[in-house]
């Protein structure tokens, strides 16, 4: 029975040097044929040797700057009283939605106001869309007067699909024009 304990450690260290040597080969690879920036393949290398490859945890992986830092962010809160302004290809492409958060519902009240007309422009498809009116409900916006801290959203038809993910659009509602926002 004491050999057989003897025998287990030498095996075990045998295996975790050739797991080592293994780890350090695919590092090394990792590094090696990384063509992204320094700091990622540095996070690339990191989980390579941890095996955390494509964890949904990594922040180092999933960091998005803030679309409106400095001064514009300041801009359309200080000007217009909105921040959090986005813009999304959803239903598959045959709609984009334009949603913003309300932080001074004052200064908001245009983008509610029901007698103006939004509009979307996107100079890259050349093409104006607007927000389609249903019979039944009406215009897919919401028109209620706006509340601070509360998100609101309108909806543009993108029939055809020429708006694209990745394109540079502007949003007109009457007086307010918010443009670069990129589609998501």
């Not at 200080?78 to 302004?85: A, E, F, I, P, Y």
């Not at 993108?158 to 007086?175: I, M, Q």
Request: overall charge positive; charged content about 25%.
């Amino acid at each position: 029975m004491n050999a057989r304990s003897q025998e287990k450690p030498a095996r075990t260290r045998g295996t975790g040097s050739r797991g080592r040597v293994l780890a350090v080969a695919v590092l090394a690879g990792a590094i090696a044929a990384c063509p992204l920036r320094e700091t990622q393949c540095a996070a690339a290398a990191a989980n390579a040797q941890s095996g955390t490859q494509g964890h949904p945890g990594n922040k180092a992986l999933r960091y998005r700057p803030e679309r409106f830092a400095g001064r514009a962010g300041t801009y359309y809160r200080m000007v217009w009283g909105v921040d959090s302004l986005g813009v999304k290809w959803s239903e598959s492409g045959e709609v984009i939605r334009f949603s913003y958060r309300v932080v001074d519902a004052d200064k908001a009240a245009i983008l509610n106001d029901r007698k103006s007309e939004p509009s979307l422009i996107a100079p890259r498809a050349g093409v104006k869309l607007v927000v389609p009116a249903m019979e039944n409900v009406g215009q897919l916006r919401q028109s209620a007067p706006p509340e601070a801290g509360k998100s609101y959203w309108m909806v543009f038809s993108n029939k055809g699909r020429l708006v694209k993910r990745g394109d540079y659009v502007s949003v007109v509602v009457g007086a307010f024009h918010a443009d670069g926002l990129v589609v998501d």
